[in-house]
């Protein structure tokens, strides 16, 4: 029997913290959210997470229910795209509690390294092509919470004669 089983582990003051390390800490679901953190829009189709994370679409999607059902993530639907062939509909991001749960346990400080990370990976023609489909709106706190100062490298004054 697991300490779950018996109720001991949720009895302690840290019990919240030790579900959400624990959720946070399991592999594929720490690779969706720093893939979701990473892309511009923060919010991906399966096809996306698949390729990205390099894991099958199955386990993605058993974390990306494991996630929702924490409130972490949300499904959100691209009504226009609905049946069309070449573009998704269905696309993963964060819920408000999410970012809540990310700013408290520092995730939103790696976004600058998360974006690099993800422009730098080389695509395939279809992964491109679903990277820039229409996807929905996320709400407009998540959407704050997730935004940052992207150095403009092109005019960025670098010296390295230093």
Known sequence: MSETDTGAADAGPFAEQQRLFKLLSQDTRHLIIQELLGHPAHLMS???????????????????????DAGLLARYTYDPSEGKRDLPSQFYGFTERGVEVLHDYKYLRGLPVARALYENTRKTEKIERHESAPRPELPDAVAEALKFDEPDLDTADVDTDR
């Open 46 to 68: 399966l096809a996306e997470l698949e390729y990205m994370t390099g894991k099958s679409q199955a386990a993605i999607k058993d974390q990306l229910e494991t996630l929702i």
